[in-house]
């Protein structure tokens, strides 16, 4: 029975459910399981940050294994040694080039896209495609979804946001072609289902239906048989990760208490009010997008660009946005700082998840490539070049991590994602203003 090979794109079945399945040995061909082990595909992800920085309490100084971590990434200080900084990136696309105001527009929409965004406040926008896209049209005929875009904020759909810029180029980093953003998810529960539900979950009633049951206890037959019939090593993988999706489901029905399950049924769109609970979920998303390899392509917007959102939980009540421009005003740069460690401290327990997840001969952070950053860098100055870009991960040891590297002043961030779609073997000469591949080694 141990000798049963499963499809790769196989996944549980159950009244009316369906749950994908992480990669397993029985999914090899019975000729390359003595064979060398098969070696893990590399993932990619995006998350992107909001209204710039305080470069001088973000940015390092000293280049190579030697940089400091300065007081916005210090939760990041036990992982330096699996994350790099890039500096010397810019985003010129990001900038004005003679279309006056709107550079948290410009920021977001050229952020992947590389591409300089029409100013218009809705009827002819266009930019270009995104690299993640780019990506998802070379992975998507492998996983089950082609990217996963996630959010915090739903942000609005028409009008302008942003000195006569379309929302939709402030509430997007992922566009599938140069008009078309790809709409991010921002409510957990549905971000869930999309990933693991039968394809029906954007309806609420369905939506609701499905989650009254736990997802596992749908396909338990399915899992049981399939658990019976494979060796160990795979099922001791199901157990993990069985583990890890009944998890995320409580969490997400703990999501909804105190509000009545009567109301809560009619609001679809619920999340957590707490910020660092909403991220972390949505990271936790990715995590298993990953593990699962339902998606090897992923963005998250931590905020839409321009966002006001505030802090309360970290002493934060005034809008980032506002905070941004601060005039210099140390109070104001107090308090843009702590939202900058408050961003760096969700990020580093999304590191820290899926560094201590298992894949193939390593963990899962060994085979992504997960860039951290924006497209302004001093959110005062709404500048665009040495933009604040963090890379955690080796891409299957196609990169050496736990360094800081200053390339020469201007290098076009696209120049980064060249490399990155070399990583996942996607064959690309040009994209946007770049000028050839970046080193990562």
């Known amino acids: 029975m141990h000798n049963r090979q499963v499809n790769r794109r196989a996944v549980l079945r159950g009244t009316g459910a369906a749950l994908g399945l992480p990669f397993l040995d029985c999914m090899l061909p019975r000729s390359a399981r003595a064979a060398e082990p098969k070696k893990s595909p590399v993932r990619l992800a995006?998350?992107?940050?909001?209204?710039?920085?305080?470069?001088?309490?973000?940015?390092?100084?000293?280049?190579?294994?030697?940089?400091?971590?300065?007081?916005?990434?210090?939760?990041?200080?036990?992982?330096?040694?699996?994350?790099?900084?890039?500096?010397?990136?810019?985003?010129?696309?990001?900038?004005?080039?003679?279309?006056?105001p709107g550079d948290h527009a410009r920021s977001a929409a050229a952020f992947l896209t590389g591409a300089h965004p029409v100013k218009t406040s809705g009827a002819n926008m266009r930019v270009g495609k995104s690299v993640d896209q780019i990506a998802a049209d070379h992975y998507g005929r492998s996983t089950r979804l082609a990217s996963i875009e996630l959010g915090t904020e739903a942000g609005r759909s028409a009008g302008a946001c942003d000195?006569?810029?379309?929302?939709?180029?402030?509430?997007?980093?992922?566009?599938?072609?140069?008009?078309?953003?790809?709409?991010?998810?921002?409510?957990?529960r549905m971000a869930f289902e999309r990933l693991f539900g039968n394809g029906a979950g954007s309806a609420?009633?369905?939506?609701?239906?499905r989650f009254r049951r736990s997802i596992l206890d749908m396909v338990a037959e399915d899992a049981a048989q399939l658990t019976r019939s494979v060796g160990h090593a795979d099922r001791q993988k199901l157990d993990e990760y069985f583990t890890s999706v009944r998890d995320v489901e409580q969490r997400i029905e703990r999501m909804g208490d105190p509000v009545p399950q009567e109301v809560f049924q009619h609001r679809p769109d619920e999340k957590p009010e707490d910020i660092a609970e909403h991220i972390r979920l949505m990271y936790d998303m990715l995590v298993l997008a990953f593990k699962t390899?339902?998606?090897?392509?992923?963005?998250?917007?931590?905020?839409?660009?321009?966002?006001?959102?505030t802090y309360p939980s970290i002493g934060v009540n005034d809008g980032h946005h506002q905070l941004s421009h601060h005039q210099n005003d140390q109070e104001k740069v107090?308090?843009?700082?702590?939202?900058?460690?408050?961003?760096?401290?969700q990020f580093a327990y999304f590191i820290k998840q899926l560094k201590a997840t298992?894949?193939?001969e390593g963990s899962l952070l060994d085979n992504c490539l997960i860039i951290y950053g924006g497209a302004i860098r001093d959110g005062n100055r709404h500048d665009h070049h040495d933009l604040?870009?963090?890379?955690?991960?080796?891409?299957?040891?196609?990169?050496?991590?736990?360094?800081?590297?200053?390339?020469?002043?201007?290098?076009?961030?696209?120049?980064l994602y060249l490399s990155m779609l070399d990583a996942v073997g996607v064959s690309a000469d040009q994209f946007g203003d770049s000028t050839g591949k970046l080193s990562l080694s």
């Open 204 to 209: 609420a009633q369905g939506s609701e239906l």
């Open 293 to 309: 390899d339902t998606t090897r392509i992923g963005t998250f917007m931590l905020g839409n660009e321009g966002s006001g959102k």
């Open 358 to 360: 298992p894949d193939g």
């Open 46 to 100: 995006w998350v992107f940050f909001p209204n710039g920085t305080n470069p001088e309490r973000w940015q390092p100084e000293k280049e190579g294994r030697d940089w400091e971590i300065k007081e916005s990434l210090e939760p990041l200080r036990e992982l330096k040694s699996d994350i790099s900084v890039l500096s010397g990136l810019a985003q010129v696309n990001a900038r004005s080039l003679g279309d006056g």
């Open 334 to 345: 107090r308090k843009i700082a702590a939202i900058d460690k408050f961003f760096a401290e």
């Open 388 to 415: 604040p870009i963090l890379m955690a991960g080796s891409g299957g040891g196609r990169v050496t991590p736990g360094i800081h590297t200053k390339y020469k002043t201007e290098t076009p961030l696209n120049n």
């Open 163 to 188: 000195s006569g810029y379309a929302c939709a180029y402030s509430n997007n980093i992922s566009w599938r072609t140069p008009t078309q953003p790809m709409a991010k998810e921002i409510n957990p």
